[in-house]
Structures are given as structure tokens and as C-alpha cells.
């Protein structure tokens, strides 16, 4: 079975500071990893996707995620923090490329 | 761009009433979830299904059933409505691991 465990439920950065958002997952076999990002009143839409081919995985928007299989983490960063970058972020482990858990998320806030 | 539609953004419902959350997707995907969405707890998946007229139980399916007869198409049917329904339903279609959400449906039952 996969679980995901957000540290944090809410996050505060300052605009130009750097925004960390920690996963931890446990997982029986290698996991597929991913962070999806829900801005206010849309759907979720997949910033990176960790498949085992790279262990820092680039996505959308600037942000980054690495991999590290001894600490079972999948943390995001993004080294600047944008104003647009508020936003609710989901870490996400799948066994199988296909049937995602996912964490129970952590909200964004930049401040001016 | 690929495309879910939710045909309701916002519903009230009594206790007790038949709810129907009905999901479109034009890019031919074969898989397509319900999920519902709550503060503190994240997305938690209800149903899911690989293909026409094929559905899997989620990690939360009580109370809840689910219809595809089409492929683009996929239903979330709530029985009889109760007030701990009361949440935010995402749908989603996939290929290769990436989710495609809709827009969600916040569904009230009062």
C-alpha cells in the first residue's frame, strides 16, 4: 500500500524567497511520484512527474522536485517565489504510473 | 488541450435524493477516476475505470456507485444523499500517470 504524508498544511514565503514543500511517501515497490498544483476554484494540473529515469525532475513554473529513496522524500522547490505561485500543492505516489494517492496538501501563500 | 467537463459546478441536495455527477472527456482516454476533495485530507479516490463498462472500487466507494457506458463518459451516482457527501467531487481522465481534472462539482446536501 502507498501513503503521502505533506509536512504543513499551510506555507507562507515571502515574493522572491524560496518555497520548499515537503513529501514523504511510503511505498512497497518503486513509486511513481508526482506534484499536482490546484489554484483557487480550478482543477489540479501536474507541475512534475518522477519516473525513475532522473532523481531531480524539473516541472512547469520554475519548480523541482528530487528524489531520494533513502529518506523516502520527494520534496518541491522553486527558488523564487512568484505571487502566482499561491496555490494549493498535492505530492502524489502510485504504484503502477496509474492509481495515485495523494497527500492531503499544502496551501501557498506569497506575501508582497 | 485536453478537456474534462463536470456538468455542475455547484449543487444543493435534500437527504435522501438520487444525486447524478456526470464527466466528459474528449481525448479518448480509456481510464477516468472520481475523487472527492476535503480540507485537511486531500483527494480521496472513489471509483475508477479502465474502460467502457469496467469500474474498480476506490479507497472510499461506500455510498457511492458509478456508470460508463461510453467512453467519454463517466458518472458518479450518489443513492440517496447524506449530509457527510457534502464535499467537492473532481473527475479525471488519464494517460501515462498524468491526471486531467475537471473544473470539480461542490455538492451540498442539507
Known amino acids: 500500500a502507498q501513503s503521502v504524508t505533506q509536512l504543513g498544511s499551510h506555507v507562507s514565503v515571502s515574493e522572491g524567497a524560496l518555497v520548499l514543500l515537503r513529501c514523504n511517501y511510503s511505498?512497497?515497490?518503486?513509486?511513481?511520484l508526482f506534484w499536482y498544483v490546484q489554484y483557487p476554484n480550478q482543477g489540479l494540473q501536474l507541475l512534475l512527474k518522477?519516473?525513475?529515469?532522473?532523481?531531480l525532475v524539473k516541472g512547469i513554473n520554475g519548480f523541482e522536485a528530487e528524489f531520494k529513496k533513502s529518506e523516502t522524500s520527494f520534496h518541491l522547490t522553486k527558488p523564487s517565489a512568484h505571487m502566482s505561485d499561491a496555490a494549493e500543492y498535492f505530492c502524489?505516489?502510485?504504484?503502477?504510473?496509474?492509481?495515485?494517492?495523494f497527500g492531503a496538501g499544502t496551501t501557498v501563500t506569497v506575501r508582497a | 488541450d485536453v478537456k474534462v467537463t463536470q456538468s455542475s459546478r455547484y449543487l444543493v441536495k435534500r437527504t435522501g435524493e438520487k444525486v447524478f455527477l456526470e464527466c466528459v472527456q474528449d481525448?479518448?482516454?480509456?481510464?477516468m477516476f472520481w475523487y472527492r476533495q476535503d480540507p485537511g485530507l486531500g483527494l480521496r479516490l472513489i471509483y475508477f475505470?479502465?474502460?467502457?463498462?469496467?469500474?474498480e472500487k476506490g479507497d472510499i466507494p461506500e455510498g457511492y456507485s458509478v456508470s460508463r457506458e461510453k467512453k467519454e463518459r463517466f458518472s458518479l451516482i450518489l443513492e440517496s444523499a447524506s449530509t457527510n457527501q457534502t464535499s467537492m467531487y473532481l473527475c479525471?481522465?488519464?494517460?501515462?500517470?498524468?491526471?486531467?481534472f475537471g473544473e470539480g462539482s461542490r455538492l451540498t446536501v442539507l
Open positions: 502524489a505516489v502510485s504504484p503502477d504510473d496509474y492509481k495515485l494517492s
Open positions: 511505498s512497497s515497490v518503486p513509486p511513481y
Open positions: 475505470s479502465y474502460d467502457v463498462k469496467m469500474k
Open positions: 479525471a481522465s488519464a494517460v501515462a500517470g498524468e491526471l486531467f
Open positions: 518522477y519516473t525513475s529515469a532522473a532523481t
Open positions: 481525448m479518448d482516454h480509456e481510464n
